[in-house]
């Protein structure tokens, strides 16, 4: 069951919705996407072979069940503070980010505040360069707030609902927990990042082991060639959400990786 904890961020105080599991000082913290919230990871979480670590996946504020505060900026550096804020009640001696999508480069901001605990980083499509803003970023903050919530909002969930893939219908579904006013921001905040070069730059500086995880449909992404010889892992039969077009191998992989480090 989702627990909420509270977090004081900024004289606000914010709920936080999660599913915890508290199995010892080692944990593996799930961050999902633009428009998603944390049941994009619920076979992760339900994967028995992980059952010897704690495991943390989270609504980001403004998303899901979380708090959604109309006065908040959501740029991403914050959402990376406020998971910070979390991580310093839980009290975990080690962690491993397993992120995707937006949740990669929130992942990136917040490695260097827990640089001491950090183990591993798994980048699950996670944005780094420019190219990675496509179909929903970049297309949200191409219009005014005002028409985005009057309209493109409601068309981007209408588009994917009626999508023949699996994970574009399961993201309408989440997104439609999402609150405008952060999906806009948040877009924002992303597409800048993004564009700016650094995060590439902060995911090959890591000095802990990185994988770089994307579906096998998505093989022709630019992003694949500025690599170099980090690892790259397919998985098959799967597009973006590779956690849900494909939880048992993405789980097998992860689980694989986690337990070597």
Not at 151 to 164: H, V
Not at 179 to 192: C, E, N, T
């Amino acid at each position: 069951m989702p627990q909420v904890f509270k977090v004081r961020y900024q004289g606000c105080d914010l709920d936080i919705s999660a599913t915890y599991s508290n199995r010892g000082d080692e944990l593996v913290l799930l961050i999902h996407g633009l428009g998603c919230t944390k049941d994009s990871f619920e076979q992760v979480v339900k994967y028995q072979e992980l059952k010897k670590f704690s495991l943390l996946a989270y609504d980001l504020i403004g998303f899901g069940d979380s708090s959604k505060p109309q006065d908040f900026t959501y740029q991403l550096e914050e959402q990376a503070e406020i998971i910070h804020l979390l991580l310093e009640k839980l009290h975990p001696k080690k962690v491993h980010i397993v992120a995707h999508s937006m949740g990669g480069a929130i992942g990136l901001l917040l490695t260097e505040k827990i640089a001491t605990k950090l183990v591993s980083f798994v980048n699950i499509e996670g944005n780094l360069i420019k190219e990675d803003c496509g179909l929903l970023s970049r297309k949200t903050i191409s219009v005014s707030f005002k028409e985005f919530k009057n309209n493109l909002f409601e068309e981007l969930i209408t588009t994917m609902a009626g999508s023949k893939e699996s994970g574009a219908r399961l993201w309408a579904k989440w997104a439609a927990k999402s609150d405008p006013v952060a999906f806009y921001r948040s877009a924002g905040s992303l597409v800048k990042w993004s564009d700016s070069g650094n995060l590439i730059k902060k995911f090959k500086a890591l000095r802990v082991p990185k994988i770089y995880v994307y579906g096998a449909k998505n093989s022709q992404m630019k992003i694949l060639s500025y690599l170099d010889s980090i690892s790259k892992i397919p998985i098959s039969n799967s597009g973006h959400f590779v956690m849900t077009d494909n939880p048992r191998e993405f789980c097998s992989m992860l689980t694989k990786f986690i337990m070597t480090k």
